[in-house]
């Protein structure tokens, strides 16, 4: 019987690395100049199905294959009933990210559906990271729990695994924190918002400095002022199904991100880059008002 739930295991496993095209692993290289010498100390991250390289390392970086993320995965789903619903990678495999749909929340037509997030690397640019992240279904925008407010990282060492081990141990901390996120989305959403929020969180989304007139053309480039225009038409969009208040005004923001920062898919710079830190920040600093 034992052997039979394995086999199952295997097959369930191999089936999710497919439908994600993260059924490939990485092998490790020894680095050589052009003349033979061999690098000390140094590795070379390879895919093994395209050759390609992932990443180039000290020889103590220890790789996560997918398959071992999806075991991982694997345990998580025995001990907490989620489904792995999408996964996928960006910069031909250097960096993993999947998603295990969690608990939803609905405030009037607004359904909120949330996810435990994993991300992973081979570039060395991320830990093995979990999180909860979040799609607003009115408008299909997103946000996540940008990667450098997760607390849930293992670094890329020899002991990792026993780490894993600690991570499947915390998973209902990670799942309590979505709950937390939940309430502060309906308390944003109970609560208005003045000209002077508006305004911090346009110069926040914008990097722009206090002492900058948000109102002077010549203060403001004909650029930035296209993007603010942007993520005003945006926002009025997102204020008009949710109403005046704070829920609202970060559902303007994340729309922005999602659809008008960049014509290109922005889900690697929200999951991975400063934008997603910059959305975690702006919703830390509004749930603070609240």
């Not at 000290?58 to 071992?68: I, L």
């Not at 991982?72 to 025995?78: G, Q, T």
């Amino acid at each position: 019987k034992c052997h039979l739930n394995y086999l199952k295991m295997e097959e369930r496993i191999k089936n999710l690395l497919d439908q994600t095209n993260l059924n490939w692993n990485v092998r490790t290289e020894s680095i050589q100049t052009e003349s033979g010498i061999t690098i000390e100390d140094k590795i070379a991250l390879v895919r093994e199905d395209t050759n390609g390289i992932v990443g180039v390392h000290s020889d103590g970086y220890r790789p996560f294959q997918n398959q071992e993320l999806f075991e991982l995965l694997d345990k998580v789903s025995n001990m907490t009933g989620l489904e792995l619903t999408k996964g996928g990678c960006f910069k031909e495999g250097r960096r993993v990210y999947v998603q295990m749909k969690s608990a939803d929340l609905r405030l009037g037509n607004d359904l909120i559906k949330g996810y435990l997030t994993g991300i992973n690397s081979f570039d060395g640019s991320t830990s093995l990271a979990f999180g909860p992240s979040n799609v607003t279904i009115s408008c299909m925008n997103s946000f996540f729990a940008a990667f450098k407010q997760l607390n849930t990282k293992v670094r890329h060492t020899k002991n990792m695994v026993i780490r894993i081990d600690e991570i499947c141990k915390g998973l209902e901390g990670v799942l309590a924190q979505e709950q937390i996120m939940f309430g502060d989305i309906t308390r944003m959403s109970e609560t208005r918002f003045d000209d002077v929020i508006k305004e911090s969180v346009t110069r926040q989304l914008f990097g722009i400095k206090p002492e900058v007139d948000l109102y002077d053309n010549d203060a403001i480039s004909t650029n930035l002022r296209n993007k603010m225009s942007r993520f005003y038409i945006d926002l009025n969009g997102e204020l008009q199904g949710k109403g005046d208040n704070m829920w609202g005004l970060f559902s303007g923001v994340t729309k922005y991100t999602t659809h008008s920062l960049t014509k290109n898919d922005n889900t690697e710079v929200k999951m991975f880059g400063k934008v997603g830190v910059t959305e975690q920040s702006i919703f830390n600093k509004l749930v603070e008002l609240v």
